[in-house]
């Protein structure tokens, strides 16, 4: 079993990240082989400030660890260290489809209005999403309910190269679906994840805020007046109030049923502060940790150095005989 997964060196991840993604690799890095990457190259695809960017990789790779990934383990590295990124989503852009790529959802609300003035790179973001799971031949990719769909097209796009070209070279990779409890929604706003990219600050709760942003941020998060229900169901029209308790039943390990029996005809006055202690308290190791890593940026650079060379050898021969397939001569 190889598993493979990144996450945008955007901004700093959230809580949504946590506890969608990250935390699942820190328990599977035991378990199977895993390649964790940064995602420069997606991050690209909408303007990024250039200094920014350097130090926002850096920050990422600090707080995954941070989190727990160990880069003895899981191999962590970032994308645009390893050419082989690039060079395999451009042979799989040609394998790819109009068609298929006019059906992804994330572009149209990731584009918005402007579609037009969207850049290329946007449209085509699944294309390399599909190179970084297939150049290393992974078998399992952990998907959020957002990203589903972008492995579907992964896997239509590595049937339709192996059937086009008569060759067995890419794996399918199977997606790895997490509990639906840990998709984290916005602060602000209960049917929009919670999301790196949301303007709003106060939508999400980063890894890196500090305890009193924390609990502002659960203070002035939206709710209703009426007080918790004794059962999932009562929630069903509450996306708001649902998203906090999913968040309380994710952070303590516990089922929401249960948490809801804990909390049942209280408010949110009640409520949130509990809230906001179990983050505060969950956050703070991670927080600690990532202040001492970001005192020795070299050794963050280090570890991604290392974490590249080992990937780009995994990388190689995928992306070898991708070219051999396509009857390309090639230098190496
Ligand atoms: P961006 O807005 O820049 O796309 P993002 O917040 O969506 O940022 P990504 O870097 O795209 O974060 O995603 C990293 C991982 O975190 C993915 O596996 C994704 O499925 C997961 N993830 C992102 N947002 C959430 C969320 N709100 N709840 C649960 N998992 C999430
Ligand atoms: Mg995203």
Redesign the pocket.
């Known amino acids: 079993m190889r598993v493979v ?1 990144g ?2 060196p ?2 700093n991840p ?1 809580l ?2 946590y ?3 990250i935390k699942r690799w820190t328990e599977m890095q035991h378990e199977s082989e895993c390649l964790i990457f940064l ?1 420069d190259l997606h991050a690209i695809t909408v303007y990024n400030e250039p200094a920014q960017l350097a130090a926002t990789i850096r920050e990422a790779a600090a707080t995954l660890i941070a989190c727990g990934i160990d880069p003895d383990k899981a191999i962590l590295f970032n994308q645009a260290r390893i050419p082989a990124h690039a060079e395999l989503a451009w042979l799989l852009n040609c394998t790819a489809r109009v068609g298929w790529l006019n059906r992804m959802t994330q572009f149209k609300e990731k584009s918005g209005k402007n579609r037009e003035g969207a850049s290329v790179g946007l449209y085509a973001y699944p294309v390399l999403q599909a190179a970084d799971v297939l150049l290393y031949q992974a078998t399992h990719v ?3 309910e ?2 589903k769909q972008h492995l579907e097209l992964a896997r239509d796009i590595a049937t339709k190269f192996n059937t086009d070209y008569g060759v067995d070279l890419f794996t399918l990779p199977e997606p790895l679906i997490g509990d639906t409890a ?4 916005s602060l602000r706003d209960g049917s929009a ?5 949301d303007p709003s600050d106060m939508s999400r709760i980063n890894l890196i805020d500090d305890s009193d942003t924390v609990a502002q941020k659960i203070r002035k998060a939206k709710t209703d007046p009426e007080p918790l229900p004794d059962t999932v169901d009562g929630l069903e029209a509450r996306p708001e109030a649902r998203n906090l308790v999913g968040i309380y039943a994710a952070l303590a390990g516990r089922d929401m049923k249960d948490v809801l029996q804990e909390f049942a005809g209280q408010g949110f006055g009640a409520f949130k502060p509990a809230l906001a202690e179990l983050t505060v308290e969950t956050l703070r190791p991670i927080k600690a940790r990532l202040d001492e890593l970001m005192a020795h940026p070299q050794e963050i650079d280090r570890i991604l150095e290392q974490g590249s060379t080992r990937a780009a050898s995994l990388a190689q021969p995928t992306l070898d005989g991708a070219y051999k397939a396509l009857g390309l001569p090639n230098k190496r």
């Not at 840990?182 to 929604?185: C, G, K, Q, V």
């Not at 994840?193 to 990219?197: G, N, P, T, V």
Request: glycine fraction near 16%; proline fraction near 4%; aromatic fraction near 0%.
């Open positions: 997964s996450i945008q955007t901004g959230h949504g990240n506890l969608g993604a995602a952990p998907v959020g957002d990203q840990a998709r984290i929604m994840k919670m999301s790196k990219s």
